[in-house]
Structure formats: structure tokens, C-alpha cells
């Protein structure tokens, strides 16, 4: 499986520096997947699925993948929305009862709400190391904690905090909303339409067939064998299993969400749906805290998902699992079609390292990106604005300005502008103009001495009109 876009000094470059990290962070084995455009188009295994026998990692190897679960928990829960089964916005206690007893955090405090459990803002403590142990936790055991646990950490709503409870009582609500136990509802849902023949949630099945990569512990130097941790009541969290594949499939079908179109849908859930996901819906992080992030980028939770806004790559969505004896991490750039994911079996392996590192060797590879065309109210109005600074006044002709524009900034102001920045650069031409979307865009004057920046946004009217105007020279 390889994409002849990329030279084979390219995969060669990326296995390489997959058999590193493994040596590096003393991985027995990992596996990683690379799609871009729909189809896994290259893999990469190194080491042992069995450290005891020695059976290497394969392509069809099962891993652990964790809390990377989430997003597809997350989409489970917005395909019944779509349906009208439930609704974001109302109090958990709809749709899990026991949750009516609960004692709120405060007395002023908002109900728990779905969105709240899907944004890790409910206000649950951060619960990785219990919550990791418990995935064999059975229905009248998830009760208890519902019943008596100390849940609050903080009123719901203040803050983003990280908690596995909350998508266990989001597997409550799939099994209460949709009538079915909340595994039978994702391979209905999800594992059949997409093919996911493979990927399961119960990792002691998947380890009976022996193509499963068990996980292991480093104390010291001391290896060990982490016990399989049995499907239960809160799989919602974290209890995947999957191969590269399985999971490719899965990926493939998140990023077909973009770009937004007309066509017919053909997924078990909305595009839409899938893009609502990505939206920042909680607190952001700081820059450096979320796993996978890139010092000084900005990213924030949405649901099920991390979206990181990167300077490099552009839109960056996330997201980490962690189990004792498995790490891995998932990376999509959907405005480019890419996906990368990675799989390891060493307790809580970073494997975020790993595909970023290969995301940006795929981008060192890559010819330049290619810009949608504008739209003809853009080209419109840049034309306008390239005649403005050839005749060195803002008004004449037909320019496409809105009501605010010259009110805002009065003629002789926009004049001046105009001659101060001529005499500086001499005469220019239109090199290009980059949309960032359809009702705005940046563009560029290639004059006699330099270049000319420029960036305009257009009124959201029938007739679109220039509202704003930035122009500065480049490098200045």
C-alpha cells in the first residue's frame, strides 16, 4: 500500500523514523496508518504483538485504542440527535434517571447536560488512572458511582476537564435513547456500514485470535504483560479494539465530511454532523497542554475530538487513547484529506510524537496546496480595488462598496492611503488572490518596487459589497 504521489525515499524516510520512535521510547510494537484522499495509502508495522512468542505486529494486528473511542461515542450520540431522539441541551437526568438524585455541585449550580459530557465540562474530576481499570465495570456497578460517587469537582460548565466517567453515562444514554445496549447500537451503526469486520469491543475475543498485540509495561527494566481489561458498562469511554485497516475506514469516512457540498450524503451520519465535532466547544487549552499540541497553537476540545489551529499544517484535529499496556493518537488535516494514526503497546506510549512528526514530513513532500477559485463578487471587488490604486482614487468607476465603507474611512483618507503606498511601490498588477472563503480574501500586487498585500471582506448582501479594506506592504 503505497501512494505514488510520494517517492518511495519519502515511505522509506517514514518507516525509518517509525522504527526510531519504537527504539526511542522502547515500544514493543506499533502500527501506523497514513489515508489521504479515501483510502489507507500507506502502513508502516515495526516489532512484537507478542513479546513471549515473538510474533511481530502485522498490518491486520489488533491494538487497544483507547479514549480515541470518544469521537465515535461523540457521533453516536449527534446521530440520535439528528433523529430527534435527544437533545444536547437537556439535563442527563432525561435520559438517565438515577442521575434525577444526584446532588448538584452547588445549589446555584446548571443540571448536567449531554453537551456537558461531551465537552468534559460536567464538572466530573479528571479520571484517567481509575477510570482506565474499570472498563469491565458492569451496569449495577456504574449505578453505584451514580449513585454514591463524589462526582463534583466543580459546578458544571466553569472548565474543561478530562473525565472517562462522563462518556461511560454517555454509553448510558445510547442504550436508554436508542433501546440497545450501546455496543450492538455502534456495530449497527458504525463497525457494519463502514466495514470495520475487525474492530471490536471486546479485546479478550480479539486476543483469543491471535492477531491481537498484547500490552506490556516497562518498570525499570522489568517487562510485564498488562491484563486485558474485559468489555463493560463503560466501553463508551475507551474500549475499542481495532487494526490499521479497520481504522483507516473509519478515518476516511470522518474526513469525506469535507469540504461542505451539495452531494447526496452516503455515511451513517451527517457531513455536518461530522464538521460540528471539530467546532471549539469548550474551554481551549493551554497552548502547550493538550496531547498532540504544538507550543504557542491554540486548540480546544469539541466533541470527542481536540482541534488545534497550527501555523504549519492548518486545521488540526486530535485525539489521544490511553490504556495501561496501549497508546495511541490520531491525526487528521481535513482541509487536505490526510489522515495518521498510530497504535502502540507499551502503557501509555506518546504516540502524538509520532504523527505529527510523520504529518510533517508529508508536508515537507507535498507540492503547495491548491486554492479554490474565488468567487465572482471577490474577484469583483479586488478587480475595483487594483483599478483604485492604478488611478490613485478610492471612487470612480463602479466600485462595489458597501454603505459603511467610505463612512467608516472617508474618501480623501482612502486617497491619501492610495499615494502614499504608489509612491512607495510604483505601478503594480494583480499577482493572485487567495479566498479565504466566499465572501472574503486576500490578494496580492506585484509592483515595481515590492509587493502590494491587500485583504478585503464583503458585505452579506445581495449585492456584495466591500465593507473592509486592509492594505500593507509586504515584508514591511
Same mark, same amino acid.
Given at each position: 500500500?503505497?501512494?505514488?504521489?510520494?517517492?518511495?525515499?519519502?515511505?522509506?524516510?517514514?518507516? /525509518?523514523?517509525?522504527?526510531?520512535?519504537?527504539?526511542?521510547?522502547?515500544?514493543?510494537?506499533?502500527?501506523?496508518?497514513?489515508?489521504?484522499?479515501?483510502?489507507?495509502?500507506?502502513?508502516?508495522?515495526?516489532?512484537?504483538?507478542?513479546?513471549?512468542?515473538?510474533?511481530?505486529?502485522? &498490518?491486520? !494486528?489488533?491494538?487497544?485504542?483507547?479514549?480515541?473511542?470518544?469521537?465515535?461515542?461523540?457521533?453516536?450520540?449527534?446521530?440520535?440527535?439528528?433523529?430527534?431522539?435527544? %437533545?444536547?441541551?437537556? $439535563?442527563?437526568?432525561?435520559?438517565?434517571? %438515577?442521575?434525577?438524585?444526584?446532588?448538584?455541585?452547588?445549589?446555584?449550580?446548571?443540571? &448536567?447536560?449531554?453537551?456537558?459530557? @461531551?465537552?468534559?465540562?460536567?464538572?466530573?474530576?479528571?479520571?484517567?488512572?481509575?477510570?482506565?481499570? &474499570?472498563?469491565?465495570?458492569?451496569?449495577?456497578?456504574?449505578?453505584?458511582?451514580?449513585?454514591?460517587?463524589?462526582?463534583?469537582? #466543580?459546578?458544571?460548565?466553569?472548565?474543561?476537564?478530562?473525565?472517562?466517567?462522563?462518556?461511560?453515562?454517555?454509553?448510558?444514554?445510547?442504550?436508554?435513547?436508542?433501546?440497545?445496549?450501546?455496543?450492538?447500537?455502534?456495530?449497527?451503526?458504525?463497525?457494519?456500514?463502514?466495514?470495520?469486520?475487525?474492530?471490536?469491543?471486546?479485546?479478550?475475543?480479539?486476543?483469543?485470535?491471535?492477531?491481537?498485540?498484547?500490552?506490556?509495561?516497562?518498570?525499570?527494566? !522489568?517487562?510485564?504483560?498488562?491484563?486485558?481489561?474485559?468489555?463493560?458498562?463503560?466501553?463508551?469511554?475507551?474500549?475499542?479494539?481495532?487494526?490499521?485497516?479497520?481504522?483507516?475506514?473509519?478515518?476516511?469516512?470522518?474526513?469525506?465530511?469535507?469540504? /461542505?457540498?451539495?452531494?447526496?450524503?452516503?455515511?451513517?451520519? #451527517?457531513?455536518?454532523?461530522?464538521?460540528?465535532?471539530?467546532?471549539?466547544?469548550?474551554?481551549?487549552?493551554?497552548?502547550?497542554?493538550?496531547?498532540?499540541?504544538?507550543?504557542?497553537?491554540?486548540?480546544?476540545?469539541?466533541?470527542?475530538?481536540?482541534?488545534?489551529?497550527?501555523?504549519?499544517?492548518?486545521?488540526?484535529?486530535?485525539?489521544?487513547?490511553?490504556?495501561?499496556?496501549?497508546?495511541?493518537?490520531?491525526?487528521?488535516?481535513?482541509?487536505?484529506?490526510?489522515?495518521?494514526?498510530?497504535?502502540?503497546?507499551?502503557?501509555?506510549?506518546?504516540?502524538?510524537? @509520532?504523527?505529527?512528526?510523520?504529518?510533517?514530513?508529508?508536508?515537507?513532500?507535498?507540492?503547495?496546496? &491548491?486554492?479554490?477559485?474565488?468567487?465572482?463578487?471577490?474577484?469583483?471587488?479586488?478587480?475595483?480595488?487594483?483599478?483604485?490604486?492604478?488611478?490613485?482614487?478610492?471612487?470612480?468607476?463602479?466600485?462595489?462598496?458597501?454603505?459603511?465603507?467610505?463612512?467608516?474611512?472617508?474618501?480623501?483618507?482612502?486617497?491619501?492611503?492610495?499615494?502614499?503606498?504608489?509612491?512607495?511601490?510604483?505601478?503594480?498588477?494583480?499577482?493572485?488572490?487567495? $479566498?479565504?472563503?466566499?465572501?472574503?480574501?486576500?490578494?496580492? @500586487?506585484?509592483?515595481?518596487?515590492?509587493?502590494?498585500?491587500?485583504?478585503?471582506?464583503?458585505?452579506?448582501?445581495?449585492?456584495?459589497?466591500? %465593507?473592509?479594506?486592509?492594505?500593507?506592504?509586504?515584508?514591511?
Amino acid at each position: 500500500m503505497s501512494d505514488p504521489e510520494y517517492p518511495a525515499t519519502v515511505r522509506a524516510e517514514i518507516d /525509518a523514523a517509525s522504527a526510531a520512535f519504537a527504539e526511542q521510547e522502547r515500544i514493543p510494537g506499533l502500527a501506523l496508518g497514513i489515508v489521504q484522499e479515501g483510502r489507507l495509502v500507506h502502513a508502516t508495522t515495526v516489532g512484537l504483538a507478542d513479546r513471549e512468542a515473538g510474533r511481530r505486529v502485522e &498490518v491486520g !494486528t489488533g491494538f487497544r485504542i483507547a479514549s480515541m473511542t470518544k469521537n465515535m461515542t461523540a457521533l453516536a450520540i449527534l446521530s440520535l440527535r439528528d433523529r430527534g431522539w435527544l %437533545q444536547l441541551d437537556a $439535563p442527563l437526568a432525561h435520559y438517565v434517571p %438515577q442521575f434525577a438524585a444526584v446532588k448538584q455541585a452547588t445549589r446555584d449550580s446548571a443540571p &448536567v447536560t449531554v453537551r456537558h459530557l @461531551l465537552t468534559h465540562t460536567a464538572g466530573f474530576v479528571t479520571d484517567d488512572p481509575w477510570g482506565d481499570r &474499570v472498563l469491565g465495570m458492569t451496569p449495577a456497578e456504574l449505578d453505584t458511582v451514580i449513585a454514591t460517587g463524589h462526582l463534583f469537582a #466543580r459546578p458544571p460548565g466553569l472548565a474543561f476537564e478530562y473525565s472517562n466517567l462522563g462518556y461511560a453515562l454517555l454509553g448510558r444514554v445510547l442504550t436508554n435513547v436508542s433501546g440497545e445496549p450501546y455496543q450492538a447500537y455502534m456495530r449497527r451503526t458504525f463497525l457494519q456500514p463502514l466495514g470495520m469486520a475487525h474492530t471490536t469491543f471486546d479485546a479478550p475475543a480479539a486476543a483469543s485470535r491471535g492477531d491481537y498485540a498484547f500490552g506490556y509495561r516497562l518498570d525499570g527494566e !522489568t517487562w510485564s504483560r498488562e491484563r486485558i481489561e474485559p468489555d463493560g458498562e463503560v466501553g463508551a469511554m475507551g474500549g475499542l479494539a481495532t487494526t490499521v485497516p479497520d481504522y483507516a475506514r473509519y478515518v476516511s469516512f470522518l474526513l469525506s465530511a469535507w469540504p /461542505a457540498r451539495d452531494e447526496p450524503e452516503s455515511g451513517p451520519v #451527517r457531513r455536518s454532523s461530522v464538521r460540528e465535532m471539530v467546532l471549539w466547544h469548550a474551554p481551549p487549552f493551554a497552548p502547550d497542554s493538550a496531547p498532540g499540541a504544538r507550543a504557542g497553537q491554540p486548540s480546544a476540545y469539541g466533541y470527542g475530538l481536540t482541534h488545534s489551529t497550527d501555523a504549519l499544517l492548518g486545521m488540526r484535529i486530535h485525539h489521544a487513547g490511553g490504556l495501561p499496556g496501549y497508546g495511541s493518537h490520531v491525526l487528521m488535516l481535513p482541509e487536505r484529506g490526510w489522515g495518521v494514526f498510530a497504535f502502540g503497546n507499551r502503557t501509555y506510549a506518546p504516540m502524538s510524537r @509520532l504523527t505529527l512528526d510523520v504529518a510533517e514530513k508529508l508536508h515537507a513532500a507535498s507540492p503547495p496546496s &491548491v486554492l479554490a477559485d474565488p468567487s465572482s463578487a471577490l474577484v469583483r471587488a479586488v478587480q475595483a480595488i487594483v483599478a483604485a490604486y492604478g488611478s490613485g482614487r478610492i471612487e470612480g468607476g463602479d466600485r462595489p462598496f458597501a454603505v459603511n465603507f467610505l463612512l467608516d474611512t472617508p474618501a480623501p483618507l482612502r486617497d491619501a492611503e492610495l499615494a502614499s503606498l504608489k509612491q512607495q511601490l510604483g505601478e503594480g498588477r494583480l499577482e493572485r488572490i487567495e $479566498p479565504i472563503h466566499a465572501l472574503a480574501g486576500r490578494f496580492v @500586487l506585484a509592483c515595481a518596487r515590492g509587493r502590494l498585500n491587500g485583504t478585503v471582506t464583503l458585505s452579506p448582501e445581495a449585492d456584495s459589497g466591500i %465593507q473592509k479594506l486592509v492594505l500593507s506592504v509586504a515584508g514591511a
